[in-house]
């Protein structure tokens, strides 16, 4: 008995040794298909938060581990693998990659898939492709990254909203902007500004702090969604917290930005003086009685010359306009980051500051984000999380287009050379106006203009998850989201614009957006043999509230006076609620037969606030399947083919009116003589109802030779019940009123080509190519042959939703120089009259081929990667459509306004009996030639642009080790650093094709660091 209670101490003593023996591990830690380290691989502890990183060569030393630990191996892009220590001294880890190609895990509408398993249409891109680009808003960093969706700047000021467009266009009035989704909760978007600048609720979110994102294009991707995914779906999915070692990264660049391009080059100052004599001598030449009085044509000519165009004083001082309005803009961030936790809790925190100068003084953006991500999984069954997101963004600018503070404008179109600046005897400005003219100099005005943008951001977001058993699990949401807007905009005292409303002006534009969302959803997963099985069943409840106050006021007594409060005239002010629900009940099933064969089906159940009781509920539904064929017997021995999938689906998704209260008769109210009185605003429509959206899609996935990988995708999208507003009797009191009528057709071809071109241990190259096309077609409007036009647009079935209607322009007369038009005047055989005619009797038409939808657009990338040193670069373009340059009335107008520069387009004119060419003689007040609408003003908008450039070096071990961090790099990057174009203006216009003098984009230089401890 003593010698078996002896053994059983020692056994026990030698087992509580082994346990708390500590031991030095080292090992390599390596990738499994090449056998290449990876660097800066974490290695913890399993259980708990102790842990070390690698060096750039996969090698770690990790000291006191006890020896019967087991190690946790994890790096970004690769599996995580367990091994036990088991008292070694030496573990060497080789893992393998994150599922690439069809095994990659996707984000996608409530939950996460293989692409493997996935038939509808999505694509995904992590923040890998982007981190490093200088933007503000993500939007701007993945341009020509994904097919079939067309992003374009509406403007080039700091902080200006992009337009993102989807496969097309899907409404006429209710918006075509896609629906945004942030960690699973449908979020506000927009521009929640006046206008005045272009704002972006999006801007609260810093590109660093997301992980990917994932756009939904097709109906089986986005019919979960509903009444709000018709334009699309775009998830984002920002960072969260991993098990191990806390790691903090700090990032910083700087940069420096002018304009990308040479915007409407201008003839010289010589040039422009040829062109404004001959001007007034081709005038007076017309008309001779003009010139009488002057005793001779030269000196009409020389009197009206120094009238709009006069030599220079020498009492005067002029200057380089661009010089003088315009600067290099610089602009500055900074990020700090800290994650990590164990296997059981995670963290992830980030903070950071952008401060972006804009190229001329009036434009800045100032931004602080702030974000907490966090999770905990407080038994074996329940996680809880939450995550919180602050931003405090000003930003202030000008108008765009023809206003009077748009200094792009301004400098194209008013500022000649000849202009003067100061004088020379004081330095004070120069104030005066030109004859015909109604702008000054804008330098010394800058102060006397409001024009910011305060906006202030919070989401927050709190969940649980239960899994009840292995096969069924609960996970609850609430979400909330507000946002405060408040834009200004005045001319103070002394501003050229001073007494437009009164002695100065002044206005407050505040919004407050507050969103609630709250879900809940089931989901079982079982597989039973080669049968596998998913299901969801949830819903969702979301209520926002609008709330908009706006003050102006006017009478300003002095020059200090900024703020509203120190005008001394009430203009006008009020106050408006508006609110809006949505109650939706959501489900999805799937299943497979041996990962080869998938069939899915969604249903989502809307009912919103927006609509009348008897229409305000809407089903959604989609249909997808898919066939792998790659795991077929008979392609198993084709060894150059690693995977072939074909997929489709059908489904049906929808659109709300954008009026909350459109199917109601509402009232106005007002002042009838001197008392107030209310009046119908309205006619109702109890019918009103969804727009519906109808869209199917097959694709074929692909990957050969384990090198290259293709995508396919052709869809048919078709929108009915298009909101619209149809005529009605004039016996209602009103001439129309907001219904559904009229239908579109969006289809088009996608295709995406990535390849591994060297795939070697210290170095790789990876090139991808995207192409799409879009075909589109109003089908029907409210009544048969009815047309619709908006300048300079017409809406009409069988033409595209952006289809040109204006004169068609011939080109100028080779014996008299007139500007010719074809008349397209209706025959009575219904036939267009060819002949040619002057612009008054020429009719507008609608223009076959000349549409703003391009032919093909998309874009191409490359990643090179050798030892430390990466460089990647995207490009973007778009060929086959035309722009509508609104500039052609004011510098190609071929003199009709002798006071306003001219484009070197210009020099071109016809001058000479004989002379082929498509600029008219040029004649002062020019009524026939540019300054009218015409198909001159339509221009072939082909581009090819490098949109991002980075190189970057990851500094060598030694100097990381002496300095003990874990990881640092530098690198430089770039934005549209080359534009290939035959346009004589800035060519990323927006998907309408209009453009008239927004601020152009920017070319910005970054220089940046990034250091992890």
Known sequence: MAKRTCLLLCTILLSLSAAFAQTRVTGVVTDLSDGSPIPYANVMIKGTTTGVAANANGVYVFVNVPANATLIFSSIGYQTMEIPVDSRTVINASLSTVAVGLEEIMVVAYGSVKKGSYSGSATQINQQSFKD??????????????????????????????????????????????????????????????????????????????????????????????????????????????????????????????????????????????????????????????????????????????????????DLIYKDWESALFRTGVSQNYEYSISGGTDKSKVFASVAYTDENGVNRIQYLNRLTASVNAESKVSNRITIGGSFQFSNQKQSGHQDGQAKDNLFYLWKVHLTERWPFQYASDGSYWMKYYDGGTRVNPVPQWHLQLNDATQQRILLKGWIEARLTDDIKIKSVVGGDYLKSHDRFGWLYGHINFTAYGNGYASDRFRNVDRIVSSTTANFTKSFGKHNVSALVGWEAEKEDFLYSRLEKIDFANFGATESALANTFRSGFTYRSNSNLLSALSNISYDYDNK?????????????????????????????????????????????????????????????????????????????????????????????????????????????????????????????????????????????????????????????????????????????????????????????????????????????????????????????????????????????????????????????????????????????????????????????????????????????????????????????????????????????????????LKEGDYLRLKNMTISYTIPDNIKNYLRLSNARVYVSGTNLLTFTGLNFDPEVQSNGYYNFTFPALRTITLGIEVSL
């Open 133 to 314: 680009v200088p933007v503000v808003t993500f939007e701007q960093a993945i341009v020509g990254a994904v097919p079939g969706v067309q992003i374009s700047q509406k403007s080039g000021q700091p902080g200006s909203l992009p337009e993102i467009r989807i496969r097309g266009f899907g409404s006429f009035n209710a918006g075509n902007e896609p629906l945004y989704v942030i960690d699973g909760v449908p979020a506000t978007s927009g521009d929640y500004g006046s206008q005045n600048i272009y704002t972006s609720s999006m801007n609260y979110l810093n590109p660093g702090d997301i992980q990917s994102i994932t756009i939904l294009k097709d109906a089986a991707a986005s019919s979960l969604y509903g009444s709000r995914a018709s334009n699309g779906v775009i998830l984002i999915t920002t960072k969260k917290g991993s098990a191990g070692k806390a790691i903090s990264t700090f990032k910083a660049n700087v940069g420096v930005s002018y304009f990308a391009f040479n915007n409407y080059p201008m003839v010289s100052e010589e040039e422009k003086e040829i062109l404004t004599r001959e001007a007034w001598r081709n005038y007076g030449s017309d008309n001779p009685s003009q010139w009488q009085s002057y005793g001779s044509l030269d000196s009409y000519v020389n009197f009206m010359a120094e009238k709009y165009f006069p030599s220079r004083k020498t």
């Open 597 to 937: 064969y998938y069939l899915s089906g969604s249903y989502r159940l809307d009912g919103s606030s927006r609509l009348g009781p008897d229409s305000r509920w809407g089903n959604f539904w989609s249909v997808a399947g898919s066939w792998r064929l790659s795991k077929e017997m008979f392609l198993r021995d084709v060894s150059w083919l690693d995977e072939l999938k074909i997929r489709g689906s059908y489904g049906t998704s929808g659109t709300l009116p954008s009026n909350y209260y459109g199917y109601m008769a509402v009232f106005s109210y007002g002042v009838y003589g001197t008392e107030g009185a209310g009046y119908p605003s309205n006619l109702a429509n109890a019918d009103l109802t969804w727009e519906k959206n109808k869209n199917w899609n097959v694709a074929l996935d692909a990957r050969i030779f384990d090198r290259v990988d293709i995508v396919a995708e052709f869809y048919n999208k078709t929108t009915e019940d298009l909101l619209l507003n149809a005529s009605v009797p004039s016996t209602t009191g009103f001439s129309s009123a907001l219904s559904n009528i009229g239908s579109m057709l969006n289809r088009g071809l996608e295709l995406s080509v990535s390849a591994d071109i060297i795939k070697k241990k210290d170095m790789t190259l990876t090139v991808g190519l995207n192409w799409a096309n879009l075909y589109n077609e109003i089908i029907s409007l409210a009544n048969e042959g009815e047309q619709i036009v908006t300048r300079p647009h017409i809406w009409k079935a069988g033409y595209s939703y952006v289809q040109y209607y204006t004169r068609e322009y011939y080109g100028a007369d080779p014996q008299t120089g007139a500007a010719m038009y074809y008349s397209n005047a209706t025959l009575p055989d219904g036939s267009k009259d060819r002949s040619l005619v002057s612009r008054a009797q020429a009719s507008s038409v609608i223009l076959d081929g000349m549409t703003a939808i391009p032919k093909g657009f998309g874009g191409f990338n490359s990643t090179f990667t050798w030892k430390s040193l990466t460089a990647s670069m995207a490009w973007s373009y778009k060929y086959g459509h035309y722009v509508f340059d609104n500039a052609v009335d004011d510098i190609e107008d071929d003199g009709y306004n002798s006071y306003k520069n001219s484009a070197q387009s210009q020099n071109d004119r016809w001058q000479k009996p004989g002379d082929v060419t498509q600029v008219p003689r040029r004649v002062a007040g020019n009524t026939g030639g540019g300054y009218y609408d015409s198909s001159r003003a």
